[in-house]
């Protein structure tokens, strides 16, 4: 069974910094790609990023760019998204997604989410 | 800025049968923009339907499918069942990882 859990969600100054974790089980952990999506509360989904089974390609959309960095271990089977300088904007429940083999355009199962307030 | 718009929301009777829409500021939405699709029930994460334009998990009730509908990715729901009541979102991708989610549709079972 596919299982995806995260962790390091918490409440956090405007300004700081934070690590997401993502732990996974019953799958090849390194042969998937992995996303990270995130919904503000009440809000739509928001695509965030992405890595690639390997970890040398990355993707980024451009609110968290130069910000946020994913990435993987994949002997830990684990995911991480280092999140720094964060705003009030950044104040959402975040997202673990299992990709696909060799594309960026595939999503299957999703973790339950680790939730990150951005407040002072 | 890149928009991909959904209906706000739709409402369908029980056994009934509908469209759910996803169109790109961009233009012509086609296979190249590999349209998923998800669903959100209060208080759950998303659960995957649909892949690339129409293909279905293997937990994807048969009831729903995918297309290409005029210039819109579709999602269709026919013989709606109570339990489809739910948010609906739409996922494209302009190039690489580059994946933008539409607003998202509230259907209504009514």
């Known amino acids: 069974e596919v299982q995806l859990v995260e962790s390091g969600g918490g409440l956090v100054q405007p300004g700081g910094s934070l690590r997401l974790s993502c732990s996974a089980s019953g799958f090849t952990f390194s042969s998937y790609v992995l996303h990270w999506v995130r919904q503000a509360p009440g809000k739509g989904l928001q695509y965030v990023s992405a890595?690639?089974?390997?970890?040398?390609?990355?993707y980024y959309t451009d609110s968290v760019k130069g910000r946020f960095t994913v990435s993987r271990d994949n002997s830990k089977n684990t995911l991480y998204l280092q999140m720094s300088s964060l705003g009030p904007e950044d104040t959402a429940l975040y997202y673990c997604?299992?990709?696909?083999?060799?594309?960026?355009?595939?999503?299957?199962?999703w973790g339950q989410g680790t939730l990150v307030t951005v407040s002072s | 800025q890149t928009v991909v718009t959904q209906e706000p929301s739709l409402t369908v009777s029980p056994g009934g049968t509908v469209t759910l829409t996803c169109a790109s500021s961009t233009g012509a939405v086609t296979s190249g923009y590999y349209p998923n699709w998800f669903q959100q029930k209060p208080g759950q994460a998303p659960r995957s339907l649909i892949y690339s334009t129409s293909n279905k998990h293997s937990w994807t009730p048969a009831r729903f499918s995918g297309s290409l509908l005029g210039d819109k990715a579709a999602l269709t729901l026919s013989g709606v069942q109570p339990e489809d009541e739910a948010d609906y979102y739409c996922l494209l991708y302009y190039g690489g990882a580059r994946g933008v989610f539409g607003g998202g549709t509230k259907l209504t079972v009514l």
């Open positions: 890595i690639s089974s390997s970890g040398d390609s990355t």
């Open positions: 997604v299992k990709g696909g083999t060799w594309t960026w355009h595939y999503f299957d199962y």
